[in-house]
């Protein structure tokens, strides 16, 4: 006979205005093997956590019901109330009478029905608890950094600096990312490289970590303290130790392609650094546009190379790295504009995104920070900034806010004015969102001292009349329509995930929203964590960000890591899958479904009569388990148990709501 | 009526700034002023609009509305602005290039006594110097 007490939570008024408390606690005192029933106001607070300690001990209870909120709440909570009482807290179990109960029913009886027979379904479950005990495991002290912008930078050297060793993976052959082609940073008009930079350098030259530029990662197995990633170095067809970065070989390369870090408005060597300060300052040679590797021919950097650096034969190398933790910083991509084809872009030269207009103010972009047309290289008078292109757009585009484009717009509209005093900027909005310090200010700075005209509007079309666009809008606000001729167009492109962003979720078993986005652990209170542990995220990967906002994701991703990485050991959640091998068939279909690589097969030894004979059985590793209970399920001869919710347990809770 | 790059660029808008003192950009077109007007029930386009207006470069809308003679000069819309923007001196400026065209003042300093009588209230008389004398 268990000795089963039981606890109502009256959540304040979120339980008890709808279940009748006393009901409650006067049905679960008759229940099999309760000998102790009650209820307080607030049951997680610290009188009510005495009632539980003090009644464990005065009746010598053994099994713990708690029915108040959902277990993601508080279970913790009330494992630990056992804990100090010296009860195993694996012989606690919550009943949620609150998020399953009260809040969504409306009539007090049947609310008050339920909750007795969730309470009933959880002492039926509680009297089959069983202690369990969680396990250590080591923890490997190395991070692993995905992605080279602003956020892995800043996240990378927040870990070295703690003394950990991080490998930073950057896709591209510098560091930097998205800010390093900003021209100036909003609200304080910072020079965007002059504040990157030296972050850049200081990575590189950070003795604790290991950058790998041009590489990807293209596997990750293991688990929270124990991850273990392929990392793909793709050749880089220089030596990185030989090479000086003098440029001759990107002077003298005969291919031309459109370079990315320019927004595709100028064109690049085959060989080439993707912009001055990059990190490591080493070319690279992109083979899919270089005529060495194309046609056979040429060869000309080689030869060019006083140094020597030039190697056409380097291959890939592929290297397996362990992790503690892992920072997930893959920043955004602007929203393809094919499908606004009232705007014109891609028609017109002089219809541009913010992206490509931030390179052109840019002093290391196309023009040398003169901003000129990319049609006729003149001077724009009239610039017309239109925001909300396919941010907001439920149909088209997307249905979220990008952000940071009334900030940049209201940036781009200062830059303007203080490159050519005479020129005047017109703002297309429809709301503007200033939620941030100093922004607010920093926007009516572009409109009273700019003179920025902001029209609360959309633009309806942009077309091409004689050397000029003609831009035809509303200003909602005087009801009356708008039509300016510009000469140049500006689009604030919506931010979306970087297309490749649900490949990367699969690869590290962690999850998105229907955007593409990284999904936080809780959106309030674990906003830097992913789902899986072990797993960080910093930056516009989870969601639309400014730098500031990327910056302090990325730090509080750091000290996440920093405190797992401070860890000798881990403990184990102790609800793993165990094998009853006499039961086991081997037909191993557990293994087929378990997501984790937890289920192994293995062979035993049997004596039956006398005889020897060898079986196939199934294994779990129960450091890889994640107790998703896949395997218990799929196992026909009911072989697989997932401790703390064996098949006893659950069946005994369906008895317990059904006869 | 359409607003245009050509009508944005008019010179009346610095005039009218020039004789306020006002920047009109400063507005951000929430509404207060209109919202605590104690007339503008009879007034053809609202106080905020009158802003908007001057803003887009639309003076002779504004010019021709019988909102600046409506108003009646109370100061509450200033006085309630978030944003600081002294709308009567605005509507002043309007009426004063209104009368300046005209070249004569409705109200002069000798016609006081006259209309000078307990009925009239202060306010009522320093309004009417505001709104009918350059």
Redesign the interface.
């Known amino acids: 006979m268990r000795r089963i007490g039981v606890f109502i939570c009256w959540c304040g008024t979120n339980i008890a205005n709808t279940v009748n408390i006393e009901g409650v606690t006067e049905a679960a005192g008759k229940m099999p093997s309760v000998i102790y029933a009650d209820n307080y106001k607030y049951m997680c607070s610290e009188i009510g956590q005495s009632m539980i300690k003090e009644a464990i001990i005065k009746e010598k209870l053994d099994r713990v019901v708690v029915a108040a909120c959902s277990p993601r709440m508080h279970e913790l909570t009330f494992f630990k109330t056992a804990a100090a009482a010296g009860l195993n807290p694996y012989l606690v179990e919550i009943a949620n009478i609150r998020e399953h109960c009260s809040w969504v029913h409306k009539d007090k009886q049947e609310a008050t029905g339920k909750a007795i027979a969730l309470i009933r379904t959880a002492v039926a479950k509680a009297a089959r608890n069983k202690e369990l005990w969680a396990t250590q495991i080591p923890v490997e002290c190395r991070a692993l950094v995905i992605g080279g912008g602003i956020g892995g930078i800043q996240a990378a050297l927040d870990i070295a600096d703690a003394g950990f060793e991080v490998d930073l993976v950057e896709r591209t052959p510098s560091i930097g990312g998205r800010m390093a082609q900003l021209d100036k940073t909003f609200p304080t008009l910072d020079c965007s490289a002059c504040i990157l930079t030296p972050k850049m350098v200081e990575v590189a030259s950070h003795h604790n970590i290991t950058l790998y530029t041009f590489s990807e990662v293209e596997k990750v197995d293991g688990f929270v303290g124990n991850f273990e990633a392929t990392i793909r170095k793709k050749a880089r067809s220089i030596d990185l130790e030989k090479c000086t970065g003098c440029g001759i070989c990107w002077e003298k390369c005969p291919s031309r392609v459109k370079s990315e870090f320019d927004e595709a408005l100028v064109m690049r060597k085959a060989v080439y650094v993707p912009f001055p300060q990059a990190v490591p300052n080493v070319p690279v040679i992109d083979r899919a546009s270089c005529r060495r590797f194309t046609r056979e021919k040429c060869g000309i950097c080689r030869k060019a190379c006083p140094a020597g650096a030039v190697n056409y034969d380097q291959e890939d190398e592929v290297l397996q790295k362990k992790y503690g933790a892992i920072v997930v910083a893959t920043g955004f991509d602007i929203l393809d504009l094919d499908d606004f084809g009232e705007f014109s872009y891609g028609k017109h030269p002089d219809v541009l995104t913010s992206l490509e207009f931030e390179r052109l103010v840019n002093s290391s972009g196309p023009t040398g920070g003169r901003l000129l047309r990319p049609s006729d290289q003149s001077p724009p008078k ?1 610039v017309v900034f239109i925001q909300c292109v396919g941010s907001r757009d439920k149909s088209r585009g997307k249905p979220y806010c990008s952000k940071i484009c009334c900030m940049y717009s209201a940036k781009h509209a200062i830059l303007l004015r203080e490159k050519y005093p005479e020129a ?1 900027a017109y703002v297309f909005y429809i709301d503007i969102r200033t939620a941030g310090k100093d922004f607010e200010e920093f926007h ?1 700075r572009a ?2 001292e700019y ?1 920025a ?1 902001y029209l ?1 509007g959309s633009v309806g079309k942009v077309f091409p009349d004689g050397d000029k666009l003609l831009v035809k809008g509303v ?1 909602s ?2 009801g ?7 000469d140049m167009v500006v689009l604030a492109a919506a931010i979306k995930a970087k297309s490749d962003a649900p490949q990367l979720a699969r690869l590290l078993g962690i999850s998105t929203d229907t955007h593409s986005f990284f999904t936080e652990a809780h959106p309030k209170l674990r906003p830097v964590e992913a789902h899986t542990a072990g797993i960080f995220l910093a930056g516009a990967c989870q969601g639309p960000k400014d730098i500031p906002e990327t910056v302090s994701q990325a730090s509080g991703a750091a000290a996440k890591a920093i405190i797992l990485l401070s860890k000798d050991n881990l403990l184990s959640n102790p609800c793993v899958s165990e094998v009853n091998e006499s039961l086991c068939t081997g037909c191993l279909s557990c293994i087929k479904v378990c997501p984790y690589g937890a289920v192994a097969e293995k062979t035993i030894e049997e004596k039956i009569h006398g005889k020897a004979l060898k079986r196939r059985v199934a294994e779990v590793n129960e450091a890889l388990c994640q107790g998703c209970g896949s395997c218990t399920v799929s196992c026909r001869p009911g072989a697989v148990n997932l401790k703390g919710f064996t098949n006893e347990q659950i069946m005994a809770e369906v008895d317990a709501i059904c006869l | 009526m359409k607003i245009t790059t050509q009508s944005l660029c008019g010179t009346m808008v610095k005039e009218i700034a020039a004789i306020s003192g006002e920047n009109v950009a400063k507005c951000y077109q929430c509404g207060k002023c209109t919202a605590a007007c104690p007339v503008n029930m009879a007034m053809d386009i609202l106080p905020h609009q009158v802003l908007r207006f001057l803003q887009l470069g639309l003076v002779e809308a504004v010019l021709n509305c019988n909102t600046i003679w409506i108003c009646a000069s109370c100061f509450t819309c200033a006085g309630r602005c978030p944003r600081g923007v002294d709308l009567p001196g605005v509507m002043e400026a309007l009426r004063a290039i209104l009368l300046r065209k005209r070249g004569f003042s409705r109200f002069k300093a000798g016609d006081m006594p006259r209309v000078l009588n307990k009925g009239m209230p202060e306010q009522g008389i320093v309004s009417g110097f505001r709104k009918y004398t350059k």
Request: cysteine-free; overall charge negative.
């Open positions: 009239n005047q009516r409109v009273e003179g005209l609360k200003d606000l005087s009356h329509a708008v039509e300016i001729e510009a």
